[in-house]
């Protein structure tokens, strides 16, 4: 069993920057798959970027640039630092981990909102 703990979320403005932060439990973190979903009301669920176990990273399209994810197996960490930040961008924001096992990610986190304001 996996629990994710995400935490750094807020309410920010236009071209503002945050990070945040997923905390696992478990002594195998370093060798999760770990991803970034993030959700806005009335749309799809969609994955942000993900990072795999040898630190290969890919982003959507519409964050290219702006976000970066990165992983600390020390601290059992994943973290979203997000730049230039858009109203578009409000959503809450899911981190999920996707174990050796597992095709899909198969342990989420309760979410974090994240507001953009203009």
């Known amino acids: 069993q996996v629990q994710l703990v995400e935490s750094g979320g807020g309410l920010v403005q236009t071209g503002d920057s945050l990070i945040l932060s997923c905390a696992a439990s478990g002594r195998t973190f370093s060798r999760y798959a770990m991803a970034w979903f993030r959700q806005a009301p009335g749309k799809e669920r969609e994955r942000v970027a993900r990072i795999s176990t040898l630190v290969i990273t890919t982003y959507t399209e519409s964050v290219k640039g702006r976000f970066n994810i990165t992983r600390d197996n020390a601290k059992n960490t994943v973290y979203l630092q997000m730049n230039s930040l858009r109203p578009e961008d409000t959503a809450v924001y899911y981190c999920?981990?996707?174990?050796?096992?597992?095709?899909?990610?198969?342990?989420w986190g309760q979410g974090t909102q994240v507001t953009v304001s203009s």
């Open positions: 999920a981990a996707r174990t050796m096992d597992s095709r899909e990610y198969n342990y």
